[in-house]
């Protein structure tokens, strides 16, 4: 065994010949380890409240969007005016109805299929 400081507080501690990874003591080390997991834990909390608030915004853009197009269908609309934007937000659309999102909910299936058969004839 030998006798290290800690870097960070400066305090000896013992370690063995071939730990020279070994650089902070034990109340060191785990201070420094809970901090980083601290850190991780935020940079990943705020990443889904990020992720969370875009869901969001997709299912109000979706609502929308069918509103729109129950508008349109309501007053005889014909199948090649709906609009580009249909197109444009088919990816974000189909990501919030697909089935495999709702472990194959018949009506999640429902509304995929005529969001797909609605973009292919536009």
């Known amino acids: 065994m030998m006798k290290k400081y800690c870097i960070d507080c400066g305090r000896g501690f013992w370690a063995e010949r071939g730990e020279t990874w070994k650089v902070r003591c034990i109340s060191c080390w785990k201070q420094q ?3 980083k ?4 834990s935020s940079d990943h909390e705020s990443m889904l409240r990020a992720l969370i ?5 997709l ?3 979706n609502n929308n969007l069918r509103t729109e197009i129950g508008f349109m269908t309501a007053n ?3 199948q090649s005016d709906i609009p580009s934007k249909l197109k444009a937000k088919y990816r974000d659309l189909i990501f919030l109805c697909h089935p495999d999102k709702h472990d194959g909910h018949p009506k999640a299936v429902e509304v995929a299929s005529w969001l ?3 973009v292919r004839n536009a």
């Open 116 to 118: 797909n058969s609605e």
């Open 53 to 57: 608030a875009k869901v969001r915004d």
């Open 33 to 35: 380890k809970e901090q």
């Open 59 to 61: 299912q109000i853009e």
């Open 76 to 78: 005889g609309t014909r």
């Open 37 to 40: 997991q601290h850190a991780n």
